[in-house]
């Protein structure tokens, strides 16, 4: 699909095929291109979605997907590192998207998505009906959760590198924030 304007709808956006190498959303009708993440926001994302999928298969809670557009209204397309899908909304589960809010949305942060995570992203999640945002700093090592209240994300905890994590409102999910970080950070280039 060509698209020859500056603002593009989300029926639109969600017909483009681009490779799996281009990082795309839609802002609010803007396309926004994203650099790769670097490697300890890829290990944090992979370690998070495995303790994630596990717990979801054990209690039969749900399903965990990474990096799956959710169509969150006409001029709205975001792609977030993991969402977790309860059962009782696989309804918005489709095979190439998300259409609905799923019940927990996570953003591993990166210097250069930062700011948008904590606002424009964070404001567009609890305003489509996003239950639970966490955002995940592996560099920092942080861990900080949020619950939606009257379309606002609240803080409801924040953990630091080694702290022991159960969230009340996923039940029989317990890890150690330990175990999403790096032992050692590679050497910048």
Not at 136 to 144: C, F, G, H, K, R
Request: net charge negative; charged share 25%; glycine share 4%.
């Amino acid at each position: 699909m060509i698209i020859e304007r500056t603002h593009v709808s989300a029926d639109e956006f969600l017909e483009i095929q681009t490779p799996d190498t281009v990082r795309l959303e839609l802002d609010e009708g803007n396309l926004v291109v994203s650099p790769h993440n670097i490697f300890p926001h890829q290990y944090t994302v992979l370690e998070l979605t495995a303790i994630l999928r596990d717990w979801a298969r054990a209690t039969n809670a749900g399903i965990v997907a990474q990096e799956m557009d959710i169509r969150l209204g006409d001029r709205t397309v975001r792609a977030p590192d993991i969402v977790f899908i309860a059962n009782e909304q696989k309804h918005i589960l489709k095979r190439r998207r998300i259409i609905g809010a799923p019940k927990l949305v996570i953003e591993v942060l990166s210097e250069s998505t930062e700011v948008t995570d904590r606002g424009v992203k964070a404001r567009q999640y609890a305003a489509a009906g996003v239950a639970h945002y966490w955002l995940v700093d592996p560099i920092a090592q942080t861990l900080e959760l949020f619950e939606n209240r009257a379309g606002v994300f609240t803080p409801t905890g924040r953990f630091a590198a080694n702290a022991e994590i159960a969230p009340p409102a996923f039940p029989g999910l317990r890890f150690s924030a330990a175990a999403l970080w790096l032992t050692e950070l590679p050497p910048d280039e």
